[in-house]
């Protein structure tokens, strides 16, 4: 293993040549938001919260998708960088139906955590209110589409550990959508496992366990990062 | 020192922020003494008077009434608070503009649902019309200060009159200031 | 097929074509065909017939002429006179012209081949489009079609075919300006025993066709262009990647690769070289994103069209993760001349930073609507006043756009601007992929802007927020200002969306959709601000 040295908000720290930006900043202590990226699954780099700036280098770069390099002088808290971000939390609010106060993950939510960090106290951008789903037809759970950001990492989980490919993206652009099966209600898709790990994968109250009531669920994104450990290096405790 | 006129106004919402409001327990009395409380739906005062100082705003824009009286407090008052996820972002009226325009709304509501005697209501000049989309505060009217929360706890309402008591705008920024729902 | 074949086709086609003394050419291409000029050729056939000139006639369906805006178009050989409009009415009149004793009434308007729409133009990607039957191998092979892949193949060496490329100074025609040699040089250096050549033929951008023209004029030369690129990446397997959109082009590629492949000229053992190459047809569904080379990846594999963040680019990990070259159509049209005449030929035509000719499809509020191709350095003006003809009714021009929806409005005083990548650049806009819209002085420059991001926010791929929702938003923000709703708060609020938009997007699309509004902003802002509601 190669180490690289390099430089994140004026902080010298080491990293080893394979990590992305964004793991050797979480190591040094350094918190850079995201939503899309889940420990243990593929990076898209779709939510471009994580967005940095490398001196050098004129577009600004995911931290999740970038390796490190020797000698990388990063900035991830600049004022622009702010300023987008909270713009991008904005256009998330704004874009879906998050109604915090009837939310079962009131309190527990990644994207309510992320609207804080980013100082978002409203949004600048009018709420759409598009109309959208809700899919009850699971025995145990339920998708919820208002409150969907389509960050994908049900898809990547549900595709990459536990091999079922349940989910994916139907339609563009705004219109998008996370889809069960080929566009059928998600009790009726066979290949469901009804594993739930899609459940603990979603950052919002999206995809939830029925029966819980608002601000009562708690998600457990961890688990997929131990499921990924216990298989690759055997351990079994968390 | 000139004590500060205060008012709060009660719009779409469920007045769950007033409850708030309420929860300052014992520090309305101190506040009481600092302010004057010029308007509000726990006071009898029948209009919206001049030269307010501060308002704090409760609820969504969703009626004609709403509408023009917010439209009379920003002529009137200089610093306006958006006072809970109502204000903020329309929060739960708004779950009606899914549906569609006012029309469907009340079909939906008086005519759909209705169990005995469907009809829409209609009282012009006292029942106020729906608008066909429930807006947050800031989309009608300038606001000057944001403070969400379904309701805000009596610690952060406190936490951002205190600096306005002041002549200071006070800081919205973390965890300990900033919560939706 | 070894190299005395190859030239005895040429020999025999030649001949043949020289055998009847009149030739016919009518143009088949798609803007001919949507005005007609099928039943035209039939006619002329079936009256060719009647009148026993068969032996003396030949009527020869042709790729596009160019003059798209006034189809159907036909051309006499040997007087080259050419025809505008014909129309069933025009046809007696037509073949009692041939013969040159007679003179007679009723023919269409004839097009003036001295006229600066065709006098300007440099043909260099289009040489051999509205001259040969599309159809036919041995039509391409008359031109010296396939003779250059025979060169490549047994007298140079992959690294010999890049320096040439690299000579020529050749930059990507889809839009972008890379250096076409470079990329081919960086395939060529990577490891890996398969590597993959796509043609992007995913040409989206409103009011551009010079791809699909190409397509359906040429096919024969794109084969040639990717199994050179082929050959000098180290590459035995192409794809083409064409919109469903575009099913004439689709027909004539699968034709030209039939018969490529029934002249051993796609296969295995190319001219008894150790070369293999084989070319599969990929039809995209119409997402714009798709011409995006990560999404049109993403597509060709099998998955939902989306781009995925870069770096690693294609050329180290393409499709399947295998190092690929990927270049658009006209980019590959341009390799066999480049090849036949020399690198420094090519790079002696043009500016010092932008070599060769570029196909414009030009449109608008023009007199002549079309596909040109002029040398890189060619003036907007030049293009507009003379080889366009200038603005219909006499109207003047107000602004000229290119690059579609990536790209941006160059303003009637900058109009003495040289097509050149750099230089449209430094304007707020890009050369595109071949797109030009002539605008005249009752457009609206906010509705163009709306237009295009409306345009943006529908073909979006819905992965990354920015261009997800932040089009949507800047589409609002733009139908307020037509609406006049908007107030200045809502205009500072689009130019930071936009810079937003420009500055966090995944791919190219989101990155370039607010250019139309920034570079309309930068040179119409007082539109924009007269739009705005008095408060």
């Keep these: 293993m190669v180490v690289k040295t390099l430089i994140i908000n004026n902080q010298l720290l080491t990293a080893s040549e394979d990590q992305t930006i964004l793991e050797a900043a979480k190591d040094a202590g350094i918190d850079i938001p995201t939503l899309c990226h889940l420990d243990g699954v593929s990076d898209v780099g779709a939510c471009r919260l994580c967005l940095v700036e490398i001196e050098g280098s004129s577009k600004l770069q995911p931290a999740c998708v970038t390796q490190v390099q020797e000698g990388m002088v990063i900035q991830t808290e600049t004022e622009k960088l702010q300023t987008y971000r909270r713009m991008a939390v904005e256009l998330l609010f704004a874009e879906g139906n998050h109604v915090c106060a009837v939310c079962v993950v009131n309190g527990n939510c990644q994207l309510q955590d992320v609207a804080v960090r980013v100082g978002m106290d409203h949004s600048r951008f009018p709420y759409q209110f598009p109309q959208r789903k809700v899919d009850l037809s699971h025995p145990q759970f339920g998708m919820d589409h208002n409150r969907c950001i389509l960050c994908t990492r049900c898809v990547r989980v549900c595709d990459e550990i536990e091999g079922a490919h349940v989910w994916d993206v139907a339609s563009r652009g705004g219109q998008s959508f996370i889809v069960s099966g080929i566009n059928q209600p998600w009790g009726d898709v066979n290949a469901c496992t009804s594993c739930g790990k899609c459940v603990d994968a979603c950052p919002t109250g999206a995809i939830f366990r029925k029966g819980s009531t608002v601000a009562e669920m708690n998600h457990d994104p961890e688990k997929i990062r131990f499921l990924v450990t216990a298989r690759e290096q055997k351990e079994w405790t968390r | 020192m000139k004590k500060i006129k205060l008012a709060t106004v009660w719009l779409a919402g469920c007045s ?43 609820g969504a824009i969703a009626n004609e009434e709403n509408l023009q009286l917010i439209k009379e407090i920003r002529q009137k008052t200089k610093l306006i608070v958006s006072f809970g996820d109502c204000a903020v972002t329309a929060n739960v009226p708004a779950m009606r503009n899914m549906l569609g325009p006012a029309e469907t709304v009340l079909k939906r509501s008086y005519l759909e649902l209705g169990d005995v005697t469907p009809q829409l209501p209609q009282e012009p000049g006292i029942v106020p019309e729906l608008l066909d989309r429930v807006s947050p505060v800031h989309e009608v009217i ?24 002041q002549g200071e705008q006070p800081v919205i920024e973390g965890r300990e200031m900033i919560k939706f729902g | 097929m070894n190299l005395e074949e190859l030239l005895a086709i040429q020999k025999e086609t030649k001949q043949k074509r020289q055998q009847k003394p009149k030739q016919i050419r009518c143009c088949i291409a798609s803007g001919c065909l949507s005005c007609g000029a099928e039943s035209v050729k039939k006619s002329l056939d079936n009256a060719i017939k009647e009148a026993h000139l068969e032996q003396e006639v030949e009527v020869l369906g042709v790729g596009c002429m160019g003059i798209c805006g006034r189809g159907p178009s036909i051309e006499i050989d040997p007087e080259t006179t050419l025809y505008h409009n014909v129309t069933l009415e025009n046809i007696p009149a037509i073949i009692t012209s041939l013969n040159q004793t007679k003179t007679s009434e009723n023919l269409p308007p004839q097009g003036d081949l001295n006229h600066p729409f065709f006098a300007y133009q440099k043909l260099i990607v289009r040489e051999n489009s509205g001259k040969i039957d599309p159809d036919n191998i041995d039509d391409y092979i008359a031109e010296g079609g396939y003779q250059q892949l025979h060169h490549v193949l047994l007298e140079m060496t992959p690294n010999d075919v890049i320096k040439e490329v690299t000579k020529s100074g050749l930059r990507g025609r889809g839009g972008g300006g890379y250096p076409t040699g470079v990329k081919w040089a960086t395939v060529a250096k990577m490891p890996g025993q398969q590597k993959y050549v796509i043609c992007n033929a995913d040409e989206g951008d409103p009011g551009a066709f010079m791809d699909r023209a190409v397509l359906e004029s040429d096919p024969h030369r794109i084969l040639e262009g990717m199994a050179i690129a082929a050959y000098a990446v180290g590459a035995n397997h192409g794809y083409i990647y064409i919109r469903a959109e575009y099913p004439l082009a689709i027909k004539r590629l699968e034709k030209a690769i039939q018969q490529a492949k029934r002249y051993g000229l796609m296969g295995s053992q190319i001219f008894d070289s150790p070369f293999d190459f084989k070319i599969d047809i990929r039809v995209g569904a119409g997402a714009f994103v798709c011409g995006e080379e990560t999404a049109l990846i993403a597509s060709v594999e099998g998955k939902r069209g989306t781009p995925r963040p870069r770096p690693p680019y294609p050329a180290e990990s393409g499709l399947w993760g295998d190092p690929t070259l990927i270049n658009n159509v006209e980019t590959y049209a341009n390799i066999v001349p480049i090849i036949r005449e020399g690198g420094d030929w090519y790079a002696s035509i043009g500016t010092e930073n932008s070599k060769g000719t570029k196909v414009f499809a030009l449109t608008g509020k023009i007199e002549n609507n079309g596909l040109i191709e002029v040398p890189m350095g060619t003036s907007i003006r030049t293009i507009v006043e003379e080889i366009g003809g200038g603005v219909l009714d006499q109207g003047t021009v107000k602004a000229v756009q290119t690059g579609g929806p990536s790209g941006g409005c160059i303003p009637a005083h900058l109009l003495d601007t040289p097509v050149e990548y750099d230089s449209l650049q430094k304007l707020g806009t890009i050369m595109g992929s071949g797109g030009m819209i002539v605008m005249d002085q009752d457009t609206s420059m906010v509705e163009i802007a709306r237009f295009y991001m409306d345009f943006c926010q529908e073909e979006s791929c819905g992965k990354c927020i920015p261009c997800r929702a932040g089009t949507v938003q800047l589409y609002d923000l733009l139908t307020k200002l037509v609406e006049r709703k908007a107030t200045q708060q809502d205009l500072d609020q689009l130019e930071a969306l936009c810079q937003m938009v420009k500055d966090t997007s995944l791919c190219g699309l989101g990155m370039t959709a607010p250019n139309p509004v920034i570079s309309t902003l930068q040179y119409f802002r007082d539109e924009y601000v007269s739009l705005l509601q008095v408060t």
Excluded: N, Q, T
């Design chain 2, 142 to 165: 300038k606001v000057d200060l944001f403070l969400p929360g379904c309701p805000p706890d009596a610690h952060r309402i406190r936490a951002a009159i205190e600096p306005l008591l």
């Design chain 2, 16 to 58: 769950g922020c007033h409850m708030s409001f309420l929860d300052l327990d014992e520090w309305l009395l101190e506040l009481a003494e600092k302010v004057d409380m010029v308007y509000s739906p726990i006071a009898d005062v029948k209009d919206y008077p001049d030269d307010v100082d501060v308002c704090l705003v409760e």
